[in-house]
Every structure is written in C-alpha cells, then in structure tokens.
C-alpha cells in the first residue's frame, strides 16, 4: 500500500476507534498515528491468529485497522491513566 493510502486508512480507523474507545477523539493527528499504528497492531493479529491482515484500501482492511486501533487506544488509554 502506499503512504497515502496508509494514511487515509489510519486517519478513518484511528477517528472511529477513538470515537468507539472514548467519544470524544484524540485530535486528528494522533487520531492519524494511532489508526496507523492500529493497522499494523490489527495486520498483526489477525495473522497470528490465522486469518489475512491489511489487504488494501478496501473495507476488510478498515475493520482489521479499526479493531487493531481500539486495542491500542485501551493500552494507551491504561497506560496514560497511571502517568
């Protein structure tokens, strides 16, 4: 996938994670670095556990990076509660 397309799917997973995680949202760039981050995090879980990971700009992929972002918006959110 190219830069722009990781981008764009971060941007929309990172936005609807943090709207399902917090409803407020983190702000568009960590909205952005978050959902990217969730993509790889969400690409990586589903391999392991034996199914495909990002494929593309394609609605599969949007709900691997938007389960991917939710699992770290919790970490971050545990993490930035004991800071």
């Not at 917090?22 to 670095?33: A, M, P, Q, T, Y």
């Not at 981050?37 to 690409?43: D, H, K, L, P, T």
């Not at 970490?75 to 800071?83: K, P």
């Amino acid at each position: 996938m190219s830069f722009v397309a990781w981008i764009i799917l971060g941007l929309i997973s990172g936005f609807i994670a943090s709207k399902l995680v917090n409803k407020s949202g983190e702000g568009v760039l960590l909205d952005i670095v978050l959902g990217v981050v969730g993509a790889f995090v969400g690409g990586w879980l589903f391999t392991t556990f034996g199914a495909s990971g990002v494929t593309g700009l394609n609605v599969y992929s949007m709900v691997v990076a938007v389960i991917g972002a939710v699992v770290v918006l919790v970490v971050y959110h545990a993490i930035a509660r004991r800071a």
